[in-house]
């Protein structure tokens, strides 16, 4: 269910040493491509760090249940000086000892188990958090991108304008047109400068955004690379649900933990069953420090056979029953919450594509308007209200498109992201 990013990493190796390798200034310039991001974010992100911290918990936790199958071993060493008025004297002794579990109830054997299932836990929650962050790093860069065509936009919506502005001051001056027109189109030109200055703050903010989830410092921000492009989804929703069901690492946890649970429950009820313990010890000792150690020997085999614990074992049985059923519980709302996902997801892909087609189908008429009402304008047949309000409606149109793109792609990556499987296909796609 794990989903490995090494791809990534041997695919930008080069770019990263060389920007490493760069000064400062000069690797901050340095234009950075969805690859790459992602490769930064999984190495940086802090609560990916974090999570990467249980698996050491996870080793921990091995090293403890496989030490249940190895024996106790204690070494001890005392001295005494004793002395009264009748005598003078003391003792020297060293005492080696040793015991072994033979028969635990069950529990050093459901430890073991346990032990696997809690690292399959580590693994699948970070695999499950790598899944999610991948997804939200898209949506961030291409904010960024989206942001930027925005300001672009309105670029040339000035351009346009300030273009205007001169033909019709031009044409105020040759008496074709009157100081109201002028008025109009200044006002236009204003407005378009005030849309640039807020595009370009929403593209500042969004960088600023995409850097901090990079952990990236904002005096060492970088711009992001790419364009914004059309998906595809291939497939359909039996196929999505398929791979959900065999890629989604929160699925795995929620097996993982109704397996751990089975085991503590075995852990509980050991406490009501036998012992068997096998233990030994050699002493050696001087009594009177006379350099002469004499040695004793013993070996015990015991057996421990509980037989009334005020029903502390029956207590904590019951309660992890009931953990295992409340495990189970969410596993099978886990499954639902994924066919449900699933279906979801390719229902807001559906309608996103429609509204894409749409949008693209409204630039279009909205570029011809503009052409026609500019040749009747040219012609005196067209009012300047007109050819103004194809002007603004073009701009608008230009930006909806943007929109309707931007959120046509993140539509794909929620599909992706409830497939479970967005960073082995960013590792096929080949973003530009």
Do not use: C
């Amino acid at each position: 269910m794990m989903q490995s990013h090494a791809g990534f990493k041997n695919l930008h190796i080069i770019a990263l040493i060389a920007i490493l390798a760069a000064s400062p200034s000069e690797a901050s310039q340095t234009p950075m491509g969805i690859g790459e991001a992602i490769d930064i974010m999984l190495a940086n992100n802090s609560s990916l760090l974090s999570l990467r911290h249980e698996m050491r918990k996870a080793e921990a936790f091995e090293i403890q249940s496989e030490g249940t199958f190895t024996p106790d071993l204690a070494l001890s060493a005392a001295a005494d000086d004793e002395r009264t008025n009748q005598t003078s004297g003391g003792t020297s002794q060293v005492r080696l000892s040793a015991s072994q579990t033979l028969y635990s109830g069950g529990r050093n054997q459901a430890l073991r188990r346990q032990s696997g299932q809690v690292r399959s836990i580590a693994e699948l929650t970070l695999a499950d958090a790598e899944n999610r962050a991948v997804g939200e790093l898209f949506a961030r860069f291409y904010n960024v991108l989206l942001q930027d065509r925005y300001a672009e936009t309105e670029r040339s919506a000035i351009a346009a304008s300030e273009l205007h502005l001169r033909e019709v001051a031009r044409m105020s001056e040759l008496g074709l047109s009157n100081r109201l027109e002028v008025i109009r189109a200044s006002q236009q030109l204003a407005a378009n400068r005030a849309n640039l200055s807020s595009a370009e703050g929403l593209y500042d903010s969004a960088v600023i955004s995409l850097m901090n989830y990079l952990a990236i410092p904002p005096e060492e921000r970088r711009p992001a690379a790419g364009s914004l492009i059309t998906l595809e989804a291939a497939g359909g929703r039996e196929l999505s649900l398929s791979e959900a069901m065999k890629n989604r690492a929160d699925l795995g946890v929620l097996e993982n933990q109704a397996e751990y649970q089975a085991n503590q429950i075995e852990i509980e009820r050991s406490a009501s069953r036998p012992r068997i313990t096998l233990g030994g010890a050699v002493s050696f000792f001087d009594r009177e420090r006379s350099g002469n150690f004499d040695d004793t020997w013993r070996t015990e085999l015991s057996i421990t056979v509980p037989i009334l614990d005020r029903n502390a074992s029956r207590g904590n049985v019951i309660r992890a029953q009931a953990t295992a059923a409340q495990d189970k519980i969410a596993l099978r709302q886990k499954e639902l919450d994924i066919k449900s996902g699933v279906e979801t997801a390719w229902t807001e892909l559906e309608t996103a594509a429609e509204h894409l087609e749409a949008s693209a189908k409204a630039l279009e008429l909205a570029e011809e308007t503009l052409r026609l009402a500019g040749i009747g304008f040219q012609e005196g047949v067209t009012p300047q209200l007109d050819l103004l309000s194809a002007q603004t409606s073009l701009t608008e149109s230009r930006l909806g498109h943007l929109r309707s793109l931007y959120n046509h792609m993140l539509a794909v990556i929620a599909l992706k992201v409830t497939e479970g499987n967005i960073i082995a296909w960013a590792e096929e796609m080949e973003f530009q």
